[in-house]
């Protein structure tokens, strides 16, 4: 089975424009989490997406979006980006309860640097 | 709210020597408990998880962590470390309070000495 996949791998963007990244979850995963990493904040919980629903929702401006397709795949948007949201973007999926009893298999992940 | 602290932002070992990687957690009721590694432009990869049963819980690559719920712990260990255990690991709980989202720690640094 294909993993969880990620595009871009690395985005350059500067402040002020959006950005839009995508993920494929493994085939058969329902569920997908969205996380920001960062040397000062480590891991943190974005969103989560189960049958193109928000599921769960992490302490993130409203700048952070994101959407989950019938196929499962989803993405996430940042509007007017900030300096600060300069970070490792990682996707993970999961058969149907995100974290819990399930595993979460993640993605290698979207550079994105805000210049 | 379910917390992690895994202690020590680096750990240094020497090939061959002990791998021993802390991780403590805040749980009212039995947890889930996971402990993943991430290698450098990648994403995490699961090294071992422990739902219930047996509190000792075999890994991928020679890893092992035993689930202590008095001590409210679930250390990492390696018997002997190679060079290529050189990553960072994140030590992660999910399932209590009735979120199932994993919360992770802020990660421990394992470097090798040759």
């Known amino acids: 089975k294909a993993g969880v996949t990620q595009t871009p791998r690395y985005l350059i963007k500067t402040r002020g424009q959006q950005v839009t990244l995508s993920c494929s979850p493994i085939?058969?995963?329902?569920?997908v989490s969205w996380y920001q990493q960062t040397p000062g904040q480590g891991l943190q919980f974005l969103f989560e997406y189960f049958s193109e629903t928000q599921r769960n929702k992490g302490n993130f401006p409203g700048r952070f979006s994101g959407r989950q397709f019938s196929n499962s795949r989803s993405e996430m948007n940042v509007s007017t980006l900030e300096l600060g949201d300069s970070a490792l973007y990682l996707c993970?999926?999961?058969?149907?309860?995100?974290?819990?009893?399930?595993?979460?298999?993640f993605g290698p992940g979207t550079r994105l640097t805000v210049l | 709210a379910q917390s992690v602290t895994q202690l020590g932002s680096h750990v240094s070992v020497s090939e061959g020597a002990l791998v021993l990687l802390r991780c403590n957690y805040s749980?009212?009721?039995?947890?889930?408990l996971f402990w993943y590694v991430q290698y450098p432009n990648q994403g995490l990869q699961l090294l071992l998880k422990?739902?219930?049963?047996?509190?000792l819980v075999k890994g991928i690559n020679g890893f092992e962590a035993e689930f202590k719920k008095s001590e409210t712990s679930f250390h990492l260990t390696k018997p002997s470390a190679h060079m290529s255990d050189a990553a960072e690991y994140f030590c992660a709980v999910s399932g209590t309070g009735g979120s199932y989202i994993p919360t992770f720690g802020r990660g421990t640094s394992l470097i090798v000495h040759p």
């Open positions: 749980s009212s009721v039995p947890p889930y």
């Open positions: 993970a999926s999961s058969l149907e309860l995100a974290g819990g009893r399930d595993t979460q298999y």
């Open positions: 422990y739902t219930t049963g047996a509190t």
């Open positions: 085939s058969g995963h329902r569920s």
